[in-house]
């Protein structure tokens, strides 16, 4: 933790406290607009082929985005977590000596018959992750889409919302969000995250290319920007917040402010958002 900031307390959302807390996130977000997401799934079960004639740069973003789909279809959320600040990065304290980030802890993942990673789950157990606590008093994910939208998170044009890799992250809202698999088409899966996170999407991975000193993953990013991490690697609530704080490190050290050229843009998905969806929908108009 740096110097004079308060303690941070991970805020974990249960069944039982889902509706009090997307509450009090509801009366924090006109303040706290800057929302970093991360979501924690079972790995990914799906891979490109790994043999010597496969060429990755040769991939497309609708390549990227068909091996998305069929991770994100075939797999069920775990955790989602959610890091609220203000434009410079400062977090709620509620009138407490606490900082607050929040925790999302679903249901929906049973180990004994839905697919997954085998490395992926025995990771998520040594970072402290109790399936059969999750199963038990978890959150449904329907429960948690549909809050999703009645409080205020989706179609709202005055928030911002931070992530690192984050197609997969969008993935997953989007999949229980609609309660159905994930478009066919690129170009239809970006429609819907521009139409239930408007224009303001920042995906520090893609941020990154801007960089030249700037490579590896979250961990890595971090570490090479002296930004240090509160809380346990692999869990929502830690990584959502280590993100929003690489967020401002990037914007401020590299960028000088002027980050708005890279909104919309999901890395791997390298397609401007509001490009397409424009011709998306020129072509649903014909």
């Not at 992926?120 to 889409?145: D, E, K, M, V, W």
């Not at 709202?156 to 931070?162: K, R």
Request: hydrophobic share 40%; with cysteine; proline share 3%.
């Amino acid at each position: 933790m740096e110097p004079n900031l308060k303690p941070l307390v991970v805020r974990q959302v249960w069944g039982h406290n889902l509706i009090p807390e997307f509450s009090l996130i509801t009366k924090l977000i006109t303040r706290y607009s800057f929302i970093a997401m991360d979501t924690q799934f079972p790995g990914f079960v799906f891979h490109y082929p790994t043999t010597e004639s496969f060429n990755h740069h040769n991939l497309t973003p609708s390549d990227n985005y068909s091996l998305l789909k069929a991770n994100v279809d075939a797999l069920k959320l775990i955790q989602v977590g959610f890091t609220l600040s203000d434009a410079v990065g400062n977090l709620p304290d509620l009138g407490t000596k606490y900082r607050y980030i929040w925790q999302f802890n679903f249901r929906d993942f049973n180990l004994a018959r839905d697919i997954y990673a085998p490395d992926s789950i025995s990771l998520l157990q040594r970072q402290g992750i109790n399936f059969a606590y999750n199963a038990t008093y978890g959150i449904h994910s329907a429960c948690f889409g549909h809050l999703m939208i009645s409080c205020g998170l989706l179609y709202n044009y005055n928030l911002t919302w931070l992530t690192f890799h984050g197609s997969h992250d969008f993935g997953f809202l989007v999949k229980i969000i609609t309660r159905r698999a994930l478009p066919t088409r690129l170009e239809d899966f970006l429609w819907f995250v521009k139409v239930m996170f408007a224009d303001n999407i920042y995906d520090v991975k893609h941020m990154m290319g801007f960089c030249p000193s700037l490579f590896g993953g979250l961990d890595r990013v971090a570490r090479t920007l002296n930004v240090n991490r509160e809380g346990k690697s692999h869990q929502a609530g830690s990584d959502s917040l280590l993100a929003s704080n690489v967020f401002q490190k990037i914007k401020d050290t590299f960028l000088n402010g002027e980050h708005k050229k890279h909104a919309s843009v999901l890395f791997g998905l390298e397609i401007d958002i509001c490009t397409k969806i424009q011709d998306f929908e020129d072509y649903i108009d014909m």
